[in-house]
């Protein structure tokens, strides 16, 4: 039996950016992504943030932008789950386009570089990504297939956040970020309690098999 993959307790940052070259910095920084910016609409400053929940090889971020902007990606390192609050989202990676609603997530594979696309609609843009190192989800899987995989995991390119197999995915996303919205210390004790850890996990592993192609 494999130690939890997230030991130590979470971690917060937040950033706020009123400058095109600090978000592109930011970007590259934390990310290894290019990013292209658009104008802020008339009556809206330009104006990007994003609040950060790191759990070891897990991340989510909560990103707020007044602005369009295009992402590249291309890591071989992580996968990326992308959900829309509100605003627009898409996935383009392997020729394809996946169009993120608030109940269905597009997914980011390390296979070829990806373009991620967000804009505001009425002002603002709001959408969350989960981060997951391909280490940590290989690992998952090897504890819930009591088997080895290969490095390589085809993911679906399509997480539907309103069936029953993928609820999980739904609550894990709404709990962290609510932590990061709210700032609520009642939820951000929750995130970081370990036995709670350990129950989400269960229910994302369950959730994650069923969005695996071929393992």
Request: aromatic share 6%; with cysteine.
């Amino acid at each position: 039996m494999t130690g939890p993959l997230v030991a130590e307790p979470p971690e917060y940052t937040s950033h706020r950016f009123e400058d095109a070259e600090d978000v592109r910095a930011f970007y590259a920084d934390e990310y290894s992504a290019c990013v292209g910016l658009g104008e802020a609409a008339p009556g809206h400053p330009f104006s990007v943030a994003a609040d950060q929940l790191l759990m070891g090889p897990i991340e989510v971020t909560e990103h707020r932008l007044s602005v369009d902007m295009a992402v590249r990606l291309e890591r071989d390192d992580v996968y990326a789950i992308c959900l829309t609050a509100s605003g627009l989202l898409s996935v383009e990676q392997h020729g394809g386009e996946v169009v993120s609603t608030p109940n269905r997530a597009a997914v980011y594979r390390p296979a070829g570089h990806a373009i991620i696309r967000t804009g505001p609609i009425a002002g603002w843009s709001r959408a969350h990504g989960l981060l997951i190192k391909t280490w940590a989800l290989a690992a998952v899987l090897e504890l819930l297939l009591d088997r080895p995989v290969p490095p390589a995991i085809a993911l679906a390119p399509v997480v539907e956040l309103a069936g029953r197999e993928s609820r999980s995915w739904l609550r894990l996303l709404r709990l962290f970020t609510d932590a990061l919205c709210r700032r609520d210390p009642s939820r951000r004790r929750r995130v970081a309690d370990p036995a709670a850890r350990k129950r989400m996990g269960a229910g994302r592993q369950r959730a994650l098999a069923q969005q695996v192609e071929h393992a």
